[in-house]
């Protein structure tokens, strides 16, 4: 049985920076995407960052490019996003996914529906 637990988040004023992590437990050579979604109170749930597991090509949301990195340790079963000069706006619940279908654009970055596993969310809450 293969889990997904986040950890790292947390509360910052604007311009600050958290690192989030995801631990994957289980057999996870299955997986061709992982990544990170995000989701604020009234709103839909939002690709942030999608990586090529194994790979490390990398995929973002416009809005994160130049501050957020998504990264993995495949040594640690381990999947990171770093962010950078954080704002308001980019205050939601973080959650980290992995996809066993695969992709031949921007590993369903816009896609959640093709995300199998889901962690439990890391609350990311940024102060202005």
């Known amino acids: 049985q293969v889990q997904l637990v986040e950890s790292g988040g947390g509360s910052v004023q604007a311009g600050g920076s958290l690192r989030l992590s995801c631990a994957a437990s289980?057999?996870?050579?299955?997986?061709?995407?992982m990544g990170w979604f995000r989701q604020a109170p009234g709103k839909e749930r939002e690709g942030v960052a999608t990586i090529t597991a194994g790979r490390s090509n990398t995929y973002y949301v416009d809005s994160v490019k130049g501050r957020f990195t998504i990264s993995q340790d495949n040594a640690k079963n381990t999947l990171y996003l770093q962010m950078n000069n954080l704002s308001p706006e980019d205050t939601a619940m973080y959650y980290c996914a992995a996809a066993r279908i695969a992709s031949y654009g921007n590993c369903w970055l816009t896609r959640p529906d093709k995300f199998s596993l889901w962690g439990q969310g890391t609350q990311v809450t940024v102060s202005s």
């Open positions: 289980g057999y996870t050579y299955t997986f061709y995407c």
